[in-house]
């Protein structure tokens, strides 16, 4: 038996090394020629960032883990074709949303593999959209690189208060893609020293579901409720709405043919966006913004007023703010209660972490409190909940004087949290104890529905 040395593939090997056949990766890449790459790999714009900006100090970690050996970060973007997103018909702007994706990822390859033959050692960092770790659902994040904050990093734009970055040419109509090297670059991008956003408001008067607001506050919940209702949990509520109905009759008493056949299309072609107006209608960006200057009135008449006057199914969850927002502003779109699974955590960490996603403000306009929250059992927690203002702040440990303590077993908390216990049979069995006024409990409860 030979030795490695006596192998076919390692003499090749040697044998190319000897004849200069095997290119020796350069310990840094010329800008110049990485945009080249970049750009005839089909990427309509990019920048470059180093792993150890302070820009991105917070998503490092995550960049680490992704690909270890990482030493800078390549943004791209793609654009998309503006009327196919400003399109009233949602396949219409489906297709498009989908395509681009997939472009993304097309030259996110073929970046990576021009590096590879240049011997650099290169990773796609992330797919745009989907698919991700669903294993991590309901625990932490599921995608695998923040592809905005590097974007923002790189120079390719910032972030408006629809929270999607805007490119200072192509607008808000663009896709993100991140490719990890580990090698230096020559150059690397800055942040923009301005925000193209116009603070135009169009797409807070698009938004059907009052998830963006005049003062820039966002509702994730109403957000995700509505335009993801076919993705993830809004999946998940889909299927156990099967699994509780006693027959076909039943289930279709729940479901409309017309969603059973949306469902089965987002299960078939790729899931379907029920919005996304906010990108429609962002008039941002050099190529974007010549008829919005032109005239105002006209540019709201042609983009934003086909949404708004579009009749349509709006999902929202039952006591949320976007379900008292719809009726008052689109009184012709139908509004249907489902659950978004948000409060369905699987730690006590992930129910702390989620708890901005699912906060409604308007629900806490009327509502200042300090909670002490005390879990025990399997998991060990001590955490301060604050509601003031229409405000949420959450921090580790007690702060303050509480104005409600509550103690909880973190498995039977969790399992209240996913409607599998309930509160009186916890309270009796001494499970969750409180020590305050139930009805700042109960108060508590309406600024989290899910």
Known sequence: M?????HPTVKSFRARIAAGAVPKPPQILDAE??????LDAGADDV???????????AQKPEILAAFPATQALISFICRMNRENIRAPARSIANVELHHTGEEINDVARRVVSALQDAGVRALNGAPTGFPMEADRWGADKMWVVSHKPVAVAAGLGRMGIHRNVIHPKFGSFILLGTVLVDAEVSAHGKPLDYNPCLSCKLCVAACPTGAIRPDGAFNFSACYTHNYREFMSGFGDWVETIAESQSAKDYRGKVSDAET???????SFGANYKAAYCLAVCPAGEDVIGPFLADRKQFTQDVVEPLRAKEETIYVTPGSDAETYVPRHFPHKKIKRVANGLSRQTSIRAFLNG???????????????TYHFTFTGRENAQVTIVIANRTLRVADGHEGKPDLRMTADSETWLRFLRKEANLPWALLRR????????????????????
Do not use: E, H
């Open 261 to 267: 056949v949306s469902m089965w299309q987002s299960l």
């Open 355 to 369: 708890l901005p996603r699912v906060f409604q403000r308007g629900r806490a306009k009327d509502l200042n409190a």
């Open 33 to 38: 020629w990485l945009r080249s790459v970049c």
């Open 47 to 57: 920048g470059f960032v180093s792993i150890d900006s302070a820009d991105i100090a």
């Open 431 to 450: 499970r969750i104890r409180i020590k305050g006024s139930p009805r700042l409990l109960l108060a508590f409860g309406r600024c989290f529905p899910s």
């Open 2 to 6: 030979g030795t490695l040395a006596d």
